[in-house]
């Protein structure tokens, strides 16, 4: 059989990955913080015998855009976007340390600092204990202060949100979207991450780039089929000569 048949199929089949992480982006273009999945392919040569003249389309290594997203004021208390490169320290279900750019926060039932997912954000000593009946602030270098709703003046420092800013390349993105180091260590707190608080960060998705993306992978992925259909037809011609032939 015509090799050609599986260089079509490769490409078909990594044209439908493409389009399922376009689709993706596309569905998280409105998710605060979001950071834009990257699908990377390369060409991998077809070995054999003859000349090497064909070649295979595989995955390369899936990273993220880390462009940063728009600032919009909300002036919420509990919202807070990452000023520049960096992110919020949060507890993960597993109870390791992983990353999110999703500053829209909130209290949970027990007083802790949560995100709205339901992480805890960790601070320097771990999770963040808010008591009942105060008004949050959250300052520029992540620092959680409260007031009491009665009015008094007393204000209550409960700690600092941990902000990290490890390089880019040592982080990927968990199947629950939230970012670790490939090495699974912690990072230390960076005291040049600053926040904005009363703000969030939107996606960095680029709705139109995303949606000319979808129909240049659509048009790619009918030329790889349309391939596979000529190979079918040239073999279904070249067993009639066989047949004629013999």
């Known amino acids: 059989m015509d090799r050609m048949i599986y ?142 709703n009665t009015g008094a003046q007393q204000v209550q420092n409960l700690g600092r949100i941990k902000l990290v800013n490890p390089p880019e390349q040592s982080l990927y993105r968990g199947d629950d979207g939230i970012f670790r180091v490939r090495a699974g260590t912690q990072v230390d707190s960076d005291p040049k991450v600053k926040v904005q608080g009363g703000a969030l960060e939107g996606s960095n998705v680029n709705v139109v780039e995303a949606m000319v993306g979808m129909i240049s992978l659509a048009r790619q992925f009918d030329m790889n089929m349309k391939i596979l259909q000529n190979a079918d037809g040239n073999d279904r011609q070249a067993t009639q000569l066989l047949s004629v032939a013999r």
């Not at 750019?101 to 997912?117: A, E, I, P, Y």
């Open 7 to 148: 260089v079509a199929m490769s490409g078909a089949k990594q044209m439908l990955t493409q389009q399922a992480v376009a689709a993706n982006n596309l569905a998280n273009a409105n998710t605060t913080g979001f950071r834009a999945q990257v699908a990377s392919f390369r060409a991998a040569e077809t070995l054999g015998d003859g000349a090497a003249t064909r070649a295979f389309v595989v995955d390369s290594t899936p990273g993220a855009d880390f462009t940063p997203g728009a600032i919009q004021a909300t002036g919420r208390d509990l919202d807070v976007a990452i000023e520049g490169a960096g992110w919020i320290a949060v507890q993960t279900p597993d109870g390791s340390e992983g990353y999110t750019r999703n500053g829209s926060l909130q209290v949970n039932v027990n007083g802790v600092l949560q995100t709205r997912t339901g992480l805890s954000v960790l601070g320097e000593g771990g999770p963040i204990a808010i008591p009942e009946n105060v008004r949050i602030t959250i300052g520029a270098d992540g620092t959680v202060s409260t007031v009491p």
